[in-house]
């Protein structure tokens, strides 16, 4: 079986090949925003040892989550957090039977995606 000629056929699809859905863009943002939530847990896991270590150890540590950039990670941790948890809703309803059909299905991956920048801005401005 293996000495069969393949011809310029590629031996498995490939991203080249295939247009992009919106079940497996979703999906791999799944998988980045999972990757980011790990970092941002990590972080307030430094802020919660730095507080347990001294004041001047914790105000370094607060200093640099405070600033710009540790407010963007963290506002980038956040909305990770409810595309994640929204992602985890879409599969409940998968897991339920529901939801499989091809514009419903896109349809859910748009709410996971808009719906995790709503919650995102009104939980900053509830905060």
Same mark, same amino acid.
């Given at each position: 079986?293996?000495?069969?000629?393949?011809?310029?056929?590629?031996?498995?699809?490939?991203?080249?090949?295939?247009?992009?859905?919106?079940?497996?863009?979703?999906?791999?943002?799944?998988?980045?925003? /999972?990757?980011?939530?790990? #970092?941002?847990?990590?972080?307030?896991?430094?802020?919660? &040892?730095?507080? +347990?270590?001294?004041? !001047? =150890?914790?105000?370094?540590?607060?200093?640099?989550?405070?600033?710009?950039?540790?407010?963007?990670?963290?506002?980038?941790?956040?909305?990770?957090?409810?595309?994640?948890?929204? /992602?985890?809703?879409?599969? #409940?309803?998968?897991?339920?039977?529901?939801?499989?059909? &091809?514009?419903? +299905?896109?349809?859910? !991956? =748009?709410?996971?995606?808009?719906?995790?920048?709503?919650?995102?801005?009104?939980?900053?401005?509830?905060?």
């Amino acid at each position: 079986m293996s000495d069969m000629k393949r011809g310029n056929r590629p031996l498995s699809p490939h991203l080249t090949i295939y247009r992009p859905q919106m079940s497996s863009i979703t999906s791999i943002f799944v998988r980045i925003t /999972g990757v980011g939530l790990t #970092l941002g847990f990590l972080l307030i896991i430094w802020w919660l &040892l730095a507080a +347990a270590t001294g004041p !001047g =150890y914790f105000a370094f540590v607060d200093g640099l989550l405070t600033s710009w950039l540790g407010v963007l990670i963290m506002v980038a941790s956040l909305w990770a957090l409810w595309y994640h948890a929204l /992602g985890g809703v879409r599969h #409940l309803i998968w897991d339920m039977g529901y939801g499989f059909e &091809l514009k419903t +299905a896109d349809m859910m !991956g =748009y709410v996971m995606i808009g719906g995790s920048f709503i919650l995102t801005l009104l939980t900053l401005v509830i905060i």
